[in-house]
């Protein structure tokens, strides 16, 4: 059993930067692909960013080269930086865990709560 704790959300200004951290319980979190996923109001749960337990990243086009994510397997914890957010990043952010690849909603293992990210224009 993986538990996820996600923090650091919240209300910024488009161009502005923000960063979530997720942190998971269980000796096997450095066994899982970690990642993001993200739902807006009236939209469906989307995949974001994930990482490999190696340390190997894969995102989805709309984040490249805005978004990064990170892990430490010594502290359980996986981070999302967000940089040059739009209005259109808004939404819920949950961090998911999942022993193959994180890049679709049916592979996933374990679900955070989830914490929201707001995008002022």
């Known amino acids: 059993q993986v538990q996820l704790v996600e923090s650091g959300g919240g209300l910024v200004q488009a161009g502005g930067s923000v960063r979530l951290s997720c942190a998971a319980s269980?000796?096997?979190?450095?066994?899982?692909?970690m990642g993001w996923f993200r739902q807006a109001p009236g939209k469906e749960r989307e995949f974001v960013i994930g990482i490999s337990w190696n340390g190997y990243s894969y995102y989805a086009d709309s984040v490249k080269g805005r978004f990064t994510i990170s892990r430490d397997n010594a502290k359980n914890t996986v981070y999302l930086q967000m940089n040059s957010l739009k209005p259109d990043d808004t939404g819920v952010y949950y961090c998911?865990?999942?022993?193959?690849?994180?890049?679709?909603?049916?592979?996933?293992?374990?679900w955070g709560q989830g914490t929201q990210v707001t995008v002022s224009s």
């Open positions: 998911a865990a999942s022993k193959a690849s994180v890049a679709v909603t049916t592979t996933v293992d374990y």
């Open positions: 269980g000796r096997t979190f450095s066994s899982y692909h």
